[in-house]
């Protein structure tokens, strides 16, 4: 039953803040305060959730060190982003005409930061973490980590190959990060800095959300393998790339600090235990 509640809890403050952004869309100040407040909702939302119905200290959403990891994560999202812009300007399939809106960069501070925390804590938090429990955590990195690419094919320009790379890029990497730290604040950071600059730097579609206006006024065009199509750079081929290294990074530092949870029932649910205090 606590992962029926932990969902319910965390699925309730997406919707919530969901629709207070689709309300205020178009006004970039908004947005940013409605983004934040609901990334912070569903921070509290989750330890108190969690705390209530497993009972022992939410050390994976501990306030200490929040701030560094946040930040950690943040900075590795955008030099991802910006090396994946950076192979596709060198090929000529991506411009940059000029300055575009610094008002709407600002908006989506608050945007990405509300998506990047209410889905890290459904996915990372909830889905992952339990999930881990029963199956250990090869089995629960892949099928989250589908889950998570699938659930991007609701998205108005969305292609199953688009979320085939997000599942793989993303779902893996940030999935990855959570086990290499067993923290959530990596992870956040790192999915808020990576869509972030997407959309507020770079000016690119998000996961087949449309084009954005953020700081960067620009084009990209190309074959949809190598630029992602309509769906924006996470679709292209150099996001799974640098995607799956970042990946195989971080499960050879969880491997190191021991952060591995086997598959066989005794040693699974002693490892868990271990992990949780």
């Given amino acids: 039953m606590r992962l029926v509640w932990q969902l319910l809890a965390v699925i309730a403050v997406a919707f919530v803040g969901g629709q207070g952004i689709?309300?205020?869309?178009?006004?970039?100040?908004?947005?940013?305060?409605?983004?934040?407040?609901?990334?912070?909702?569903?921070?509290?939302?989750?330890?108190?959730?969690?705390?209530?119905?497993?009972?022992?200290?939410?050390?994976?959403?501990?306030?200490?060190?929040?701030?560094?990891?946040?930040?950690?994560?943040?900075?590795?999202?955008?030099?991802?982003?910006?090396?994946v812009m950076t192979n596709l300007f060198a090929s000529g399939y991506y411009d940059v005409d000029g300055i575009g809106s610094a008002s709407g960069a600002v908006g989506f501070i608050g945007f990405m930061a509300a998506a990047a925390v209410t889905e890290e804590?459904?996915?990372?938090?909830?889905?992952?973490?339990?999930?881990?429990?029963?199956?250990?955590?090869g089995i629960a990195l892949v099928l989250t980590g589908v889950l998570f690419g699938a659930s991007h094919l609701l998205n108005p320009h969305a292609s199953v190959l688009g979320a085939a790379a997000i599942a793989?890029?993303?779902?893996?990497?940030?999935?990855?990060?959570?086990?290499a730290t067993r923290n959530l604040w990596v992870p956040m950071g790192l999915h808020f800095g990576w869509n972030f600059a997407a959309a507020g730097i770079f000016s690119t579609e998000v996961s087949g959300n449309g084009t954005s206006e953020?700081?960067?006024?620009?084009?990209?065009?190309?074959?949809?393998?190598?630029?992602?199509?309509?769906?924006?750079?996470?679709?292209?081929?150099?996001?799974?790339?640098?995607?799956?290294?970042?990946?195989?990074?971080?499960?050879?530092?969880?491997?190191?600090?021991?952060?591995?949870?086997?598959?066989?029932?005794?040693?699974?649910?002693?490892?868990?235990?271990?992990?949780?205090?």
């Avoid at 497993?54 to 994976?60: D, K, W």
């Avoid at 804590?121 to 429990?133: C, P, T």
């Avoid at 890029?169 to 999935?175: N, P």
């Fill in 121 to 137: 804590v459904m996915y990372r938090g909830v889905l992952f973490r339990i999930v881990e429990e029963w199956t250990g955590t």
């Fill in 168 to 179: 793989v890029e993303a779902g893996g990497m940030l999935t990855a990060a959570y086990i």
């Fill in 22 to 83: 689709a309300a205020v869309d178009g006004k970039p100040w908004l947005t940013l305060v409605v983004g934040l407040a609901t990334a912070a909702l569903s921070v509290f939302v989750y330890r108190w959730v969690v705390g209530r119905t497993e009972r022992r200290p939410v050390t994976e959403m501990a306030w200490e060190g929040a701030g560094p990891a946040f930040g950690r994560g943040t900075l590795i999202g955008v030099a991802l982003l910006a090396a």
């Fill in 214 to 277: 953020g700081l960067l006024d620009s084009t990209t065009s190309g074959p949809k393998l190598i630029t992602g199509g309509e769906f924006g750079p996470e679709g292209s081929v150099y996001s799974v790339l640098f995607g799956v290294l970042v990946t195989l990074a971080f499960l050879w530092l969880a491997r190191r600090r021991g952060h591995l949870v086997p598959r066989r029932r005794a040693d699974r649910a002693d490892a868990a235990l271990t992990l949780s205090r």
